[in-house]
């Protein structure tokens, strides 16, 4: 090192088998099949990828396999003892061979198997005690053969909504902790919270004003001595933005998506603050739940209670029961107005679903959710699948989250971080409390769990107040069905709360609502004091978008570098809104008719697999008909992708291609449903041509880059 040729030179050297490490991901239900070629393949190929890199100075290329869909503890037991049988084979050929042994992780996307956490990990204990070595204790064994507990943030947050899947996060990392804690395994286990789409703001991006000062500039400052008292000039001086983002908590998440874009443009030392400062949180979160597990092992009954309590307060922070009863108020109206009730069937998520499907792919990762049948479920008789799709509010999502973002809230214009929201906040303010009424809770007890200023910035650029391409799609609907009449609701209720966000907002930068508001607006010659992404969230119309607007309504003088800054921030909305409504013009046709014959279709076999309506119906068609339509829909559907929706098209055509054999003269809606499903393959075969692909492409990534959003 202190000859400044060789340690250049070896500055360049790199070996990419010694530096890159990989972590595949694999779906639950390879691990399942009946043919266990494709999992004895992968198994076999990871362990030969370690033997190699080891025979080059990477003991280790790949040390953690990911199991998504996680749901069945015997699926990680079946691959474990897979890789150990593999791993072994070879270390007995090979007796020289280092071979690490390579940890599994489960992924999990879904509440039901989170709230049952504990039940799935006792399953792995208990085989981690029958499969322990006579040196080892189950810890040890559980510790090697689970390394991580991963929890996908914003799938989560596309079944229940997102504050609700921020809460249950907060859930599961308490469960996953408090039950590690009572096995020693806290601090060897990992909680992992991925939470890769900006639009659902798990927390999962790099907040740039972080931090900062609220003040603009002293310029600015020096104008507002006319217009605030001292105390409130001096405390604006010294207010600044609290930090947002991944500079919060000590949370190991992912960096992927549109932080990742950020960071690969942020400059070197910017960089390099940003990771000290997150290994620094971690380290100290880590340090804390050491410090609380200790209590814990071998000591008495009162101090493991007061280390359980302590757990809690890291884990899931202060219990609130009453905004536990907002949360599940804003998951039922935020599933109500995408999957529709029992007797809908289906919700305006059947719009998204088809333009995610019609538009391509930016990223090198599926949009489409896998079915979420196991095939050990293949023996169910197909009427139980059917059940288990319809009505949608029972399945859920039928796409992963990129998908759901892209086509909701950027083409849509329902901003998915706020569905069913405001429509809670309605009915809350309503209630009365033993202590106090409801516009009181919601400022003291609701408001200060919320990311207010992520709720106000993603409605701002995104939502769409006018709801014009939801009504336009509604006719394809049933008549009465309730998700549009609790969407309008939802959307109807958003300007009676942005006042008391704005409030809440202002609070967090440290500053006394009362001096900067003037009954119920703010005081308009404060904002150019204002930092301008502070200031547009402020502004009396959070949805204006006319400088000229806000300008008149301000007396003292205007910095021209602010008042540019603003006017920017203004356009985007605007802009967004001209493109939404060229994409719109690309693929309203197609996605018009294939929701219209996909609802027609859910409401056909909805209705005959509950046997309902079936007598009733007078005209009849020939069972031949029946068949010969069947097998030309068999063809379309043959090599297609696994996905949700190609199972239940599938499904569908062998339930109403069997209905022939059971009566003499068939119900002319099992023809209509036949030719519902050809017809949503056949469109699908043809959405866009390759130029109209290139230009809606080209439309998502300008989008993504003017609203900051890229990745």
Request: charged fraction near 25%; aromatic fraction near 8%.
């Amino acid at each position: 090192l202190h000859h400044p040729e060789i340690a250049l030179h070896a500055g360049f050297f790199r070996s990419l088998l010694r530096r890159f490490m990989l972590t595949p991901r694999i779906h639950q239900k390879m691990i399942l099949a009946q043919d266990q070629f494709a999992i004895d393949t992968t198994v076999h190929n990871i362990v030969e990828i370690n033997e190699i890199a080891g025979k080059y100075g990477n003991p280790g290329m790949v040390m953690g396999l990911q199991v998504s869909m996680s749901t069945d503890p015997e699926a990680l037991i079946v691959l474990d003892r897979k890789m150990r049988s593999r791993r072994e084979e070879i270390t007995r050929e090979n007796p020289d061979t280092a071979i690490p042994s390579v940890s599994l992780i489960p992924l999990f996307e879904d509440g039901k198997t989170i709230r049952n956490l504990e039940s799935y990990l006792d399953r792995i204990w208990e085989y981690a005690g029958q499969s322990q070595r006579l040196i080892q204790n189950p810890a040890e064994r559980f510790e090697e053969m689970v390394c991580e507990l991963f929890f996908a943030g914003s799938d989560l947050s596309q079944q229940v909504s997102q504050p609700a899947g921020a809460m249950l996060y907060r859930e599961a990392r308490h469960r996953s902790i408090r039950w590690l804690a009572e096995r020693g395994l806290v601090g060897k286990v990992r909680i992992k919270l991925g939470s890769g789409e900006p639009m659902q703001r798990q927390g999962g991006y790099y907040d740039e004003n972080a931090g900062k000062s609220v003040l603009y500039s002293r310029d600015s400052l020096a104008n507002l001595s006319g217009v605030l008292k001292d105390s409130a000039r001096r405390s604006t001086e010294f207010a600044q933005s609290p930090l947002r983002g991944v500079l919060v908590g000590g949370d190991f998440r992912t960096f992927q998506s549109n932080i990742a874009e950020k960071l690969r443009h942020l400059p070197a030392y910017e960089r390099a603050r940003l990771v000290y400062h997150v290994g620094e949180a971690q380290k100290y979160y880590e340090g804390e739940l050491a410090r609380a597990d200790e209590p814990l092992q071998e000591t008495r009954l009162r101090f493991q209670s007061r280390g359980f309590e302590e757990l809690e307060r890291l884990t899931m922070g202060r219990r609130d029961e009453i905004f536990n009863e907002f949360i599940d108020l804003v998951s039922r109206y935020y599933q109500h107005i995408l999957y529709g009730r029992e007797e809908d069937v289906v919700g305006i998520h059947v719009i998204s679903y088809f333009i995610s499907r019609a538009t391509p792919t930016l990223r090198d990762r599926p949009t489409v959710r896998p079915g979420q049948q196991t095939p050990g479920n293949q023996g169910q008789q197909i009427i139980e699948r059917l059940v288990q799709t319809l009505p949608l509010l029972k399945h859920g999502s039928l796409f992963r989250a990129i998908g759901h973002n892209r086509a909701q809230t950027v083409i849509l214009g329902v901003n998915q971080l706020t569905t069913g929201l405001f429509r809670a906040l309605s009915e809350f303010a309503e209630k009365q409390f033993a202590n106090s009424d409801g516009l009181t809770v919601i400022n003291e007890r609701i408001l200060p769990l919320l990311p207010v200023h992520d709720i106000m910035h993603t409605l701002r650029i995104y939502h769409d107040l006018s709801l014009q391409y939801v009504r336009e799609m509604e006719p394809s609907f049933r008549a009465g069905n309730s998700a549009f009449l609790i969407l309008k609701e939802d959307n109807d209720s958003i300007p009676g709360f942005i006042l008391m966000m704005q409030k809440e907002l202002l609070r967090r930068q440290g500053l006394n609502v009362s001096e900067f508001f003037s009954g119920n607006r703010i005081v308009p010659d404060v904002l150019p004091a204002f930092r301008p992404d502070v200031a547009i969230l402020l502004q009396p119309d959070l949805f204006n978008t006319d400088f000229d607007n806000l300008q008149k309504d301000i007396s003292v003088d205007i910095e021209p570098q602010w008042a540019e800054t603003m006017q920017q921030l203004m356009r985007v909305p605007v802009e967004i809104g001209a493109i939404r409504a060229e994409m719109w013009n690309l693929i309203r046709k197609p996605i018009k008719q294939q929701v219209e014959s996909f609802v027609e279709l859910a409401l056909a076999i909805n209705s005959l697999s509950q046997r309902k309506g079936v007598p009733e119906i007078p005209f009849t068609i020939e069972p031949g008909e029946v068949s010969r339509l069947g097998s030309q829909i068999a063809g379309l559907l043959r090599g297609v992708m696994d996905d949700s929706m190609r199972q239940f098209l599938i499904d569908a055509v062998n339930y109403l291609t069997q209905i022939p054999q059971q009566m003499r003269e068939v119900p002319i809606d099992v023809l209509r449903a036949l030719r519902d499903v050809e017809r949503i393959l056949r469109i699908e075969e043809q959405v866009l041509g390759k130029k109209e692909q290139d230009l809606l492409r080209y439309y998502y990534l300008k989008i993504a880059r003017m609203s900051g959003e890229n990745g």
